[in-house]
């Protein structure tokens, strides 16, 4: 029986960056029965690449969003290498991993307590919360004490960046066959002491152990004899997150589609003591009903059945897509700046938690098979994820400072004409750069983000994009503050300012509406 209730328009920050986000969601009887996410903002950088000169997207393409530009810069130099065939020298690699790793690391923590924990200071959702005066001292905004550290911490790990690119952010010191500078010993000393700085806090105030007793964590009930182990466990930022999320449900809220793609990241070098899968740090695939299949990019299609675009057919490859804004398209059901990617047809999450799943990590292979994929496992592999990446991060300082006569860059002449793709496993997912050059220039140019496919529309079938599936069934307490809803959406990290390709006049931004349908 659906309970009475009026539409009515709630102003709470569920995109705390850009706040480029709309929701709207059908509830009966106090639990969400539909959700539609709506990327209420068109810029098209696609189509402000036409033309330009086959480098152009190496400056550019950086600006699309000053959290993860590296990201853009990395997928917008590996499409150009793939069109050249070229292979960059190995210290390039390093060089180029590190950065993309500082970014990852900074912006795991930066999500994780200032926008995804700040939500448990919610006096109208925790104010009886036994912990609450805890919250408060920890996460309150501008004043908490974990905010404030998260803050100052990432700060000094960004100087990494600046060491290695002369700035952050939007960078452009990759290049089709390297980087555009080497580091000296006394440079790379400084990355070094400031990387083994931020793992000491990491561990002391995020884990609560050291990285080699998180990393013997390999199982759910593991997890829980950790939690109860050591007091230092239980009052770290991790160990309060996970007493917070049992205690709030997080573990049993917010299941997406069963499906996790992973493009895969971080290539490895040729000669290295750091150890990956398919010659990558990161592996690709493909993980659906328990099993992991090869990551195939053909099986990539974007569907704009309800977005205001215009083209020939409405679910192409990449290759065949425009971006073509159409504000009176003959669609009724259009409501999303934001294309509808799927993978084989079907609709898929990316990040961490994907991540974890291809590598099969047992941890996140235990969680996913006890009770599918939840807000609780899909903010823990965010939190957890510097423990993967800052040991590989002093391997390749040490090697890199083995060998500081290494060569940094292979000569490119030039890009020919051709057709390449840039395909990373960036800070929120797989991102995707899809180039063509034609007589030295642009002439086609396809970009896919991370909150593309996690924030995507309905596609043509009607099925929901990844948050819109994790909204269904989301019980709300209290419709004036629907703070469950803004733990399932901020779990996936949503970065809409990537993700949509104008505003419409009169809307309001960062907006669930809460209403009995559509």
């Given amino acids: ?46 189509n402000m690449m036409t033309g330009r000169g086959t480098l152009d997207g190496l400056v550019i393409t950086p600006r699309i969003c000053g959290i993860c530009s590296l990201s853009h810069l990395t997928a917008a130099v590996e499409a150009l290498e793939d069109i050249s065939g070229t292979t960059p020298p190995d210290n390039a690699r390093r060089l180029r991993n590190l950065a993309l790793m500082v970014e990852m690391l900074q912006s795991d923590i930066r999500q994780s307590i200032l926008m995804f924990m700040v939500d448990f200071t919610n006096e109208g959702a925790y104010a009886s919360h036994p912990l609450s005066s805890l919250l408060m001292e920890r996460y309150a905004p501008l004043s908490g004490t974990s905010a404030i550290q998260s803050i100052q911490e990432t700060r000094r790990l960004l100087e990494v ?20 500078s080497s580091l000296g010993t006394p440079e790379l000393l400084r990355c070094c002491m400031i990387i083994e700085n931020f793992q000491s806090w990491y561990e002391k105030n995020v884990l609560g152990c050291s990285i080699s007793r998180w990393h013997q964590v390999d199982s759910a009930q593991a997890m829980l004899d950790w939690l109860e182990e050591k007091e230092s466990h239980r009052q770290g930022d991790l160990g309060l997150f996970l007493r917070l999320a049992y205690d709030a449900g997080l573990d049993t809220m917010g299941q997406g589609p069963d499906g996790f793609l992973c493009y895969g990241g971080l290539p490895l070098p ?16 493909f993980a659906r009903h328990g099993s992991i299949q090869a990551f195939d990019p053909a099986n990539i299609a974007e569907d704009i059945s309800q ?33 509808a990617p799927r993978y084989n047809g079907h609709a898929v999450e990316t990040g961490p938690l994907a991540e974890m799943l291809v590598r099969r990590d047992p941890l996140f292979t235990d969680l996913i098979q006890r009770q599918g994929s939840s807000v609780l496992s899909r903010q823990l592999a965010r939190l957890t994820r510097p423990a993967r990446l800052i040991p590989a991060m002093l391997a390749w300082l040490r090697e890199l400072s083995s060998n500081p006569q290494g060569k940094f ?25 899809w180039v063509q050059i034609v007589d030295q220039k642009i002439e086609h140019y396809q970009i896919i983000t ?69």
């Avoid at 960046?161 to 555009?180: D, E, L, R, Y």
């Avoid at 000669?271 to 695939?285: L, M, S």
């Avoid at 890009?415 to 960036?426: E, K, V």
């Avoid at 709300?476 to 949509?500: M, Q, T, W, Y």
């Fill in 1 to 46: 029986m659906s309970s009475k209730s009026v539409r009515t328009s709630l102003n709470i920050p569920l995109n705390r960056v850009e706040g480029d986000l709309e929701i709207q969601a059908a509830i009966e009887d106090g639990c969400i029965t539909e959700a539609r996410s709506s990327g209420t903002m068109y810029r098209g950088f696609e």
């Fill in 161 to 180: 960046v600046a060491i290695i690119g002369g700035q952050w952010p939007h960078t452009s010191f990759m290049v089709p066959g390297g980087v555009t």
């Fill in 270 to 285: 040729e000669h290295t003591e750091v150890k990956g899968q398919q010659g990558q740090f990161i592996p690709a695939g």
């Fill in 307 to 339: 977005c205001p675009y215009s083209q020939k057919h409405t679910s192409v490859h990449p290759w065949d897509s425009s971006t073509n804004p159409d504000p009176y398209a003959p669609r009724e059901n259009s409501y999303s700046w934001i294309k």
């Fill in 409 to 433: 860059y292979h000569r490119v002449k030039k890009i020919p004409d051709g057709q390449g793709a840039g395909l990373i496993q960036a800070v929120r997912g797989g991102l995707g750069h």
């Fill in 450 to 518: 991370p909150s593309t496919w996690n924030g995507s529309p309905r596609d043509g079938d009607n099925n929901p994009g990844a948050w819109e599936k994790a909204l269904e069934g989301t019980f709300i307490k209290n419709p004036e503050n629907p703070v469950e809803a803004g733990h399932v959406v901020r779990s996936f990290d949503p970065c809409l300012v990537c993700a949509v390709h104008s505003l419409h006049r009169g809307r309001k931004k960062g907006v669930l509406v809460l209403g009995g349908g559509f």
